[in-house]
């Protein structure tokens, strides 16, 4: 079992930045690929980025590539999402997420443990 904390969110003008933090207990995070998804206002939650478990490779989707980093530390059991350049449409709860299935997209069904989000509002 892990549990997952996310940290860092609040409101912030269109073009500031946001450093989102996931704390993990429980497992050792290096254990698992990590991900934050995101769900807006009336939508769906989708992929934001992803890191594998020892951070040599990283995803992102289109909408945020170039302006969102993820990254790891897992000495210090911490994932972390840098948002830079934010935009209105950036707004949402941002979820930290720990895969727990193996697959070759990434896709909530796969991500078998969530922090509880942590909301990021940008205004215009």
């Not at 497992?27 to 939650?45: A, I």
């Not at 999402?81 to 895969?99: F, G, H, I, R, W």
């Amino acid at each position: 079992q892990v549990q997952l904390v996310e940290s860092g969110g609040g409101l912030v003008q269109a073009g500031g930045s946001l450093r989102l933090s996931c704390v993990a207990s429980g497992r050792t995070v290096s254990m698992y690929r990590m991900g934050w998804f995101r769900q807006g206002p009336g939508k769906e939650r989708e992929f934001v980025a992803a890191i594998s478990r020892y951070g040599g490779s990283t995803h992102y989707a289109d909408s945020v590539k170039g302006r969102f980093t993820i990254s790891r530390d897992n000495a210090k059991n911490t994932v972390y999402l840098q948002m830079n350049s934010l935009k209105p449409e950036d707004t949402a709860v941002y979820y930290c997420a720990a895969e727990t299935t193996y697959g070759s997209t990434w896709v909530e069904k796969n991500f078998g443990f969530w922090g509880q989000g942590t909301q990021v509002t940008v205004s215009s």
